[in-house]
C-alpha cells in the first residue's frame, strides 16, 4: 500500500523532470512575422508556466492524500484510491481557471467567425471517446465489485457450506462510493476545461490563429490524458485489491465447525477469477502509468518554436 | 465572419447587428445556423458580454434569430432576391467607378426611393 502512495507522486515529480530535461521538440513549427512573434512567444510562456503549475497542483495533491491517508489510518484505502482522481482534477483546474494564452493585439479592426466552437473542433474523435470508455470501464467495475461485497463494503466472504472463509481489504462500496463521487467531480471538471478552452478568445490576426488553435489543441491533449490515467490508473488498483481478495477467500483454509478440523477446499472458478482481476489490474495499473507519463510529456512541451519571416528587403 | 472597427463611429452593437442582418438577408447563414454564444462572440471581439447580447435581442426582435436552451439560431427569413442583389451589384459598379464609398450609395438609395417608391 505505501509503494501505492508514493507511486503516483513519484511517477509525476520524476516524469516531469526528466521529460523536461529531455529537451523534447515543440509540438509544432511554424513561421512568422516579427511583429506579432513577440505576441506568441510571450503565450507560449504563459502556456508552460500554466501547465508546470498544474504539475505540481497534482504532486502535491498526490503527497498531501498519501500523508493524509497513513495518518488516518482507517482511512488509507479510501485515500489511495481517491488519489489519482483528486490530483488529475487538481491538474486539470487550472485549464479551467487559464484555458488558453491571450494574445496581445494591437487596437483596431477586430473579427469574429459565426461559429460555435467546440472541444471536438481540436482534437481527434479518439481523444474524447478514450476517457468516456475508461470512466464507464471502471464505473462498471465499481458497482459490480461493490454489489459482490459483504455488507460492510470492505471485505468479500465465500460460503462453501461446510464453513466461510473471508478476505479484505476488497473494493466494495465503502470504497466504491467515495470513488463514484470523485469521479463525477472529474468529470464536471474535465467538462468545464473542454468548454473554457474551446470557448475562450480567439486572436483576430491571421497569423496568430495558427499559434492559438496549437494551444488549444495541446491543453485539450493534456486535460484528457489526464483524465483517463487517472481512471485507468484507478481501475488498475481497484482491480488489484479485488483480485487479491478473491484469490485469498478462494484459495484452501482451515476451519473449525463445531468441534470439528475441517478443511475447506480450494475453489477454481472463485481462484481463476481472482487471478483474472489480479492481472488485469496489473495490466491497468501500467497503462495508467504509460498514460500519465504521456500527459506529462505533453505538459512539459513547448507548444510551438517560431521562425521569424525574412524582413523584406527595402527597395 | 463579421468584423468590428473600433474606429468606426457607429456603436459596435450596431456594427453587429448590420453585419448579422446582412449575412441572414444575404442567405449566407441558413435557417437554422446556431450562432456562437454571446460569452464567445463578445471574447473574439474585446467587448461586452452586454453589447453583443442586446445586438442578438434586437435581432430576435426583428424575426431574424431566435433563441432557446439550445442556444441562438438564425430564423427561417426571405432572402435578399437575386434580382435586387444583381441591380445592387450594377448599382455598387456604378458608384465605385465614380469614386463614391458605401455612405454615398446608401444615401443615394434613401433619397431617391422616397421619390420613386
Known amino acids: ?237 481497484v482491480l488489484l485489491l479485488a483480485g487479491s481478495a478473491t484469490h485469498r477467500v478462494a484459495t484452501g483454509v482451515q476451519a473449525w465447525v463445531g468441534s470439528v478440523d475441517v478443511s475447506i477446499p480450494r475453489d477454481g472458478m472463485l481462484i481463476t477469477l481472482g487471478i483474472i482481476e489480479f492481472g488485469s489490474g496489473v495490466i491497468a495499473l501500467v497503462t495508467g502509468a504509460a498514460l500519465l507519463l504521456w500527459a506529462v510529456s505533453d505538459a512539459v512541451r513547448k507548444p510551438f518554436e517560431l521562425s521569424r519571416l525574412a524582413a523584406e528587403a527595402t527597395a | 465572419m463579421i468584423t468590428l472597427d473600433t474606429a468606426n463611429p457607429t456603436p459596435p452593437f450596431e456594427q453587429i447587428r448590420q453585419q448579422l442582418t446582412d449575412e441572414i438577408r444575404s442567405g449566407n447563414l441558413k435557417p437554422g445556423h446556431k450562432l456562437p454564444s454571446v460569452r464567445q462572440l463578445a471574447g473574439d471581439l474585446r467587448i461586452a458580454a452586454g453589447t453583443v447580447a442586446r445586438a442578438y435581442t434586437e435581432l430576435e426582435a426583428d424575426g431574424l434569430l431566435e433563441s432557446s436552451r439550445t442556444g441562438t439560431r438564425v430564423r427561417q427569413v426571405d432572402p435578399i432576391s437575386a434580382t435586387a442583389r444583381e441591380a445592387a451589384r450594377r448599382y455598387i459598379a456604378g458608384i465605385v467607378a465614380d469614386g463614391g464609398t458605401l455612405d454615398d450609395a446608401i444615401r443615394a438609395v434613401r433619397v431617391e426611393w422616397t421619390r420613386v417608391a
Open chain 1, 1 to 237: 500500500m505505501s509503494v501505492v502512495a508514493l507511486l503516483l507522486p513519484l511517477l509525476l515529480a520524476l516524469g516531469a523532470v526528466v521529460l523536461a530535461a529531455s529537451g523534447g521538440g515543440p509540438f509544432h513549427r511554424f513561421q512568422m512575422g516579427a511583429s506579432q512573434a513577440s505576441s506568441a512567444d510571450a503565450a507560449n510562456l504563459r502556456v508552460r508556466l500554466r501547465n508546470f503549475s498544474a504539475l505540481a497542483a497534482a504532486t502535491l495533491v498526490a503527497v498531501f492524500l498519501g500523508t493524509a491517508g497513513f495518518s488516518l489510518a482507517a482511512d488509507l484505502g479510501r485515500m489511495l484510491l481517491l488519489t489519482p482522481i483528486l490530483a488529475a482534477s487538481a491538474a486539470i483546474a487550472f485549464f479551467v481557471l487559464a484555458p488558453t494564452a491571450p494574445f496581445h493585439e494591437a487596437a483596431g479592426t477586430r473579427s469574429a467567425d459565426l461559429s460555435p466552437r467546440r472541444p471536438w473542433c481540436f482534437g481527434p474523435r479518439w481523444l474524447f471517446v478514450v476517457p468516456a470508455i475508461a470512466a464507464a470501464a471502471l464505473l462498471a467495475v465499481t458497482v459490480a465489485l461493490g454489489l459482490a461485497a459483504d455488507a460492510d463494503g470492505r471485505s468479500i466472504s465465500h460460503d462453501y457450506g461446510r464453513g466461510a472463509s473471508g478476505a479484505g481489504p476488497f473494493p466494495g462500496f465503502f470504497y466504491g462510493v467515495p470513488l463514484l463521487t470523485a469521479i463525477a467531480v472529474l468529470a464536471c471538471v474535465t467538462a468545464l476545461a473542454l468548454v473554457r478552452i474551446a470557448s475562450a478568445p480567439r486572436p483576430s490576426d491571421e497569423s496568430l490563429r495558427e499559434a492559438d488553435a496549437t494551444i488549444r489543441l495541446l491543453a485539450i491533449r493534456v486535460a484528457m490524458k489526464s483524465a483517463t490515467s487517472a481512471l485507468v490508473f484507478t481501475l488498475g488498483i
